[in-house]
């Protein structure tokens, strides 16, 4: 059965740091590009931050460039998104979502998603 379980959100303040983790099971995790998606009450889901099977190739959504980073060790089936100087407008739930080849900035496209772990950023 394919898993991806995210973990690691919570509540900050502005201008504090998480970091998300996805684990992923069932599936060969170093064949599958990972993308992490985030969703807020009454808007469309956003996509945040993609990497590539290698780990070589990253894409970042111009909102969160120079803040987030992502990354991947494919020993341990896990892809980590490391969040800095978090912003109010990062609150959201946040998704990590699977696909085999390239990655995709387009969330349709991702056959496998997690539950989601929620964000929240106070000012």
């Known amino acids: 059965e394919v898993q991806l379980a995210e973990s690691g959100g919570g509540s900050v303040q502005a201008g504090g740091s998480l970091k998300l983790s996805c684990a992923a099971s069932?599936?060969?995790?170093?064949?599958?590009?990972i993308g992490w998606y985030r969703q807020a009450p009454g808007k469309e889901r956003e996509g945040v931050s993609c990497?590539?099977?290698?780990?070589?190739?990253?894409y970042y959504a111009d909102s969160v460039k120079g803040r987030f980073t992502i990354s991947r060790d494919n020993a341990k089936n896990t892809v980590y998104l490391q969040m800095n100087n978090l912003k109010p407008e990062d609150t959201a739930v946040y998704y990590c979502?699977?696909?085999?080849?390239?990655?995709?900035?387009?969330?349709?496209?991702?056959?496998?998603w997690g539950q989601g772990t929620q964000v929240t950023v106070s000012s």
């Open positions: 069932g599936f060969t995790f170093d064949d599958h590009a």
């Open positions: 990497i590539a099977i290698s780990g070589g190739k990253t």
């Open positions: 979502a699977a696909k085999t080849g390239d990655y995709s900035r387009l969330h349709y496209i991702y056959p496998y």
